[in-house]
């Protein structure tokens, strides 16, 4: 460092002086050009004046003398009264008078042979020494002027002819002295060396000062900051070194910080659990299996939703991370084994930063793994995901007494869409040997069958994240057959729960000719065996904090008073419910189940406040606009009932929150409110056991939701009963303290040992073992897939 300092120093020093010293050369040159137009100007104004005064006195008739000066007559003295002055005496005369000028060595006056006529004193005595070269300007009758030396003094000439009318008397030198104009060239080059050496010495003392202060000390802590990441004795988010000046750097310490923390924290993990002869699934564990399983294969994912936006904001483009518990899961193992995720490019700017195949490597901070975007119009967005897949599959897969809508548009779409897809899944895997490829959610049912039709080899499985109804509900849908044909195409087929399974199965017993193994879940449709699996996803589990788990402190008290401030509310007890304003939600039952509990215990008014997080969602589509203006009336209605001062019993936060923004309400509150009508799962849930790593706080759950079949510690409750969700509202607040940690504590055991990389491990390691056809059917069904296109 000190030796990259002298270096920095020696070099401003020589660029300073270099870009001074041209400054200053510049800046002298126009200071010498306009000290001699300076003098140009007076001798041209000069020389005229006194030009056209010779031509007025000049006697043609008299001869000039042949000497310089009148003869002198001795003993005689002129008679002034009757003799007149001769032409040159007037001339020498006017010549006199004219040269007393301040630099002016003097003038001569020629006749038109180049004769001198007359010239004054000092010029006659410095021209005896060096003749003033004539140029004859009365021959050629133009003005010339010039900078020379007349011995060793510097001078101006300017000559000009002298007129009277159109004649050519002669012409008339004006000599200036210019030896000033070089003592103040020196006196300026002076200057300029004193001001050179004061910038240098200033500008090297404030950038010595600038280098300690924002680029020395910054590296200086940052160093020490990764000397104890390295050591241990500081954690990840502890003391982090402001970087700011050099944001790239600040990027790859940060990630080399994250890397270093993830690799200690999986070895300690691993570690404890050898120890205590547990086995959870970590991230790094997820990699390897995910390896080791894949071997030569290449992994695709497909979904709608992308993991990474880019987003146009005036001049910048900014990446958004959507918050999304697939985006934590499936990136590890897309991580390592460098695979392919393939989803709709809905930012504004993410065709700016993709290549002309429509990739681009991800993270941005360390690219590990290809995103592939799929362009869709407006009129496919409309038609297959708010029309097709949001207003008839989701309403039809949950029981929510919404009326599905089908429209034989919006299936034209989600077919045209379904076959873009795979289009751009075929292109993906046109060269590898071994695709897996794991398809996501209801919105491309009829992915896994077009994908098989022309590459049997690949295995391809599908995860349905929503509930399937029984076939009864199901057979609403005019396209049944043709959505369980598309999924029948699929290797396996993922749910969140065994009831969902059974369903599925009926559905497909009922509509399509096929044969079902209810022993082995599996089904047997055109010689091509699908199974049908549960996989309860869940969410990822960060190591318990020693400290924060025994923390009896009150700093939760202390947190929730803050958030309670921050939204201009007061209350003794805090409710969470997060949520998509979504009618599957029971967001308006949950508001009524409040309204009950003060009913009911109104020593709870002015204590007890419920903050719910409503993230509005398809807002364009009328049910959801409608439910959106339905929830906002109900909180105010109950909040004008209820409220007084400060406190009011809702408090409704209508915008998108970062799961950052969420984690400090699942800290603080007493209850967390799920009270889902119906739901594959919930990951509310579990993010809120995930985040109470103090064992605190209660959960009160829909019976309706795929996550009462593993958290069965909850309250469970029935939504549509407002007076048990009441009831449980009151029991939550006034619960034991041990009765609390108790039920946490094995709801959290559950979520710790099924965590989101144990549903991702299993999912792809099923997949990876699923037998496919034998090679000769494969290349047979090849060759007939090309015959046939």
């Known amino acids: 460092m000190r030796l990259l300092s002298v270096r920095l120093i020696i070099s401003l020093i020589i660029g300073i002086t270099l870009v001074s010293s041209g400054f200053s050369y510049y800046e002298v040159l126009a200071e010498k050009r306009a000290l001699r137009s300076d003098v140009e100007r007076r001798d041209e104004i000069l020389g005229e004046s006194l030009a056209d005064n010779v031509g007025q006195l000049w006697n043609l008739d008299s001869k000039p003398p042949a000497e310089n000066v009148p003869k002198r007559v001795p003993n005689r003295v002129p008679n002034k009264s009757t003799s ?74 300017l000559e000009l002819p002298i007129r009277r009318q159109d004649e050519v008397l002669g012409s008339l030198a004006v000599v200036h002295d210019v030896s000033y104009i070089r003592d103040q060239i020196l006196l300026k080059w002076r200057q300029t060396f004193f001001r050179v050496l004061a910038q240098v010495f200033l500008i090297v003392l404030i950038t010595l000062l600038m280098i300690r202060w924002s680029i020395t000390g910054p590296i200086a802590r940052a160093a020490s900051w990764m000397r104890g990441l390295r050591t241990g004795k500081i954690s990840f988010h502890q003391d982090v070194p402001d970087l700011a000046m050099f944001r790239p750097l600040a990027r790859e310490v940060a990630t080399m910080a994250e890397s270093l923390n993830q ?19 970590t991230a790094e564990r997820l990699a390897l299996q995910v390896r080791a399983r894949l071997g030569e294969g290449h992994l695709l994912v497909v979904s709608n939703r992308e993991p990474y936006i880019h987003q146009r904001n005036g001049r910048e483009i900014e990446v958004f991370i959507p918050a999304s518990g697939l985006v934590t899961a499936l990136e590890p193992v897309l991580d390592a084994c460098d695979g392919t995720w393939i989803a709709h490019g809905s930012g504004s700017a993410d065709s700016e930063v993709t290549d002309g195949r429509d990739r681009l490597r991800v993270p941005p901070e360390d690219p590990r793994y290809t995103l592939r975007r799929v362009w869709l119009t407006k009129e496919e967005e409309e038609g ?28 034209q779409h989600y077919q045209d869409v379904n076959r873009k897809f795979t289009t751009a899944v075929l292109e993906e895997i046109e060269n590898v040997a071994k695709p897996v490829v794991l398809v996501q959610d209801y919105h491309f049912a009829l992915v896994p069958r077009l994908i098989k039709e022309k590459r049997p080899d690949a295995r391809v499985a599908i995860f349905w994240h929503i509930p399937w ?45 096929s044969r079902v193994d209810w022993e082995h879940f599996s089904v047997l449709r055109q010689d091509h065996r699908t199974i049908v699996h549960p996989f309860p996803i869940s969410v990822a589990f960060g190591e318990d904090d020693a400290a924060e788990k025994n923390n ?36 308006l039952e949950r508001f009524l189940a409040i309204e009950r509990f003060l009913e009911k215990y109104p020593t709870y008014q002015g ?8 993230a509005p969602s398809r807002t364009h589509i009328k049910r959801y606009h409608d439910l959106l203006a339905e929830v906002e009336a109900e909180a105010e209605r109950i909040n004008w009932r209820f409220q007084g001062g400060k406190w009011k019993p809702i408090v409704f936060l209508k915008r998108q929150h970062s799961h950052q923004e969420i984690e400090p309400y699942y800290r603080a509150a007493d209850l967390c409110l799920v009270t889902s009508l119906h739901d594959g799962m919930n990951l509310v849930a579990k993010e809120f056991l995930a985040a109470r790593r103090d064992e605190r706080g209660v959960l009160i759950l829909s019976q309706f939701t795929g996550a009462a079949r593993e958290l069965r510690d909850a309250l469970l409750v029935n939504p549509y009963d407002i007076d048990q969700t009441a009831e449980a509202i009151r029991a939550a607040l006034e619960m034991e303290p041990e009765e609390k940690q108790l039920r946490v504590q094995r709801m959290r055991k559950v979520i710790k040992e099924h965590n989101i990389y144990r549903w991702a491990g299993n999912l792809i390691t099923e997949l990876c073992e699923v037998r496919l056809d034998a090679p000769e059917d494969t290349q047979e069904k090849l060759r007939a897939g090309a015959s046939v296109g």
């Not at 749910?495 to 009922?510: E, S």
């Not at 204590?607 to 409503?614: A, D, P, S, W």
């Open 384 to 411: 297959y995901y708010y029309g097709f897949a949001n207003e008839g599959l989701w309403p039809l897969c949950h029981i929510a007494h919404t009326r599905p809508l089908f429209r034989a548009g919006d299936w």
């Open 469 to 513: 109804p029984n076939p009864e509900a199901f057979g609403i849908c005019p396209w049944q057959r043709q959505l369980v044909d598309g999924l029948l195409g699929a290797d396996l087929i993922g749910f969140h729960v065994q009831a969902h399974c059974n369903n599925f199965l009926q559905t497909v017993d009922r509509v399509v000719e």
């Open 552 to 587: 009896n402190d009150g700093s939760g008290y202390l947190e929730r008073t803050a958030l309670m401030r921050s939204l201009g509310a007061e209350a003794t007890f805090m409710g969470i419910g997060v949520d998509r304003v979504d009618y599957t939600k029971g967001i």
């Open 607 to 614: 204590k007890f406040t419920f903050v719910q997080v409503g």
């Open 263 to 281: 690799a200690r924290n999986a070895a300690e993990n691993e570690a404890r659990l050898r120890e205590a002869g547990e086995s959870m699934w």
């Open 84 to 157: 007149n002055p001769t032409n040159t005496e007037l001339l020498q005369q006017l010549a006199l008078r004219f040269g007393n000028r301040e630099h002016l060595l003097g003038v001569v006056i020629y006749d038109r042979q180049g004769a001198v006529v007359t010239m004054t004193p000092e010029l006659a005595k410095t021209i005896n020494a060096t003749p003033l070269p004539v140029t004859h300007v009365a021959i050629r009758g133009r003005e010339e002027s010039a900078f020379i030396r007349l011995g060793s003094v510097p001078v101006h000439v």
